[in-house]
């Protein structure tokens, strides 16, 4: 059974830094290009980040280039998502997604609050 799994979401005040987990079950996971998706209050879902299979490139949403930084970990079955000087504008739910062709699956969610 695949399995996504985020953590390390919460509140963090303007300014601060988050990282974000996903752990991956089920799969091989080297073999998935993995994303990273939020979707903030009322909006729909964009993605924010990528990362290629073997890490070696990504890319990333205007609104968080700079500032945000994805990474993967192919012998943990994780992918992360650094995340520094966070904006009110951040607050959203973030969702992994793992891809590989027309096969793809969703983690739950993790909540990000931005919030002085």
């Known amino acids: 059974q695949v399995q996504l799994v985020e953590s390390g979401g919460g509140l963090v005040q303007p300014g601060g830094s988050l990282r974000l987990s996903c752990a991956a079950s089920?799969?091989?996971?080297?073999?998935?290009?993995m994303n990273w998706h939020r979707q903030p209050p009322g909006k729909g879902r964009e993605l924010v980040a990528a990362?290629?299979?073997?890490?070696?490139?990504?890319i990333y949403a205007d609104s968080v280039k700079g500032r945000f930084t994805i990474s993967r970990d192919n012998a943990d079955n994780t992918v992360y998502l650094q995340m520094n000087n966070l904006k009110p504008e951040d607050t959203a739910v973030y969702y992994c997604?793992?891809?590989?062709?027309?096969?793809?699956?969703w983690g739950q969610g993790t909540q990000v609050t931005v919030s002085s």
């Open positions: 990362i290629t299979r073997a890490g070696d490139s990504s």
């Open positions: 997604q793992a891809v590989n062709g027309q096969d793809n699956c």
């Open positions: 089920g799969l091989t996971f080297s073999r998935y290009a």
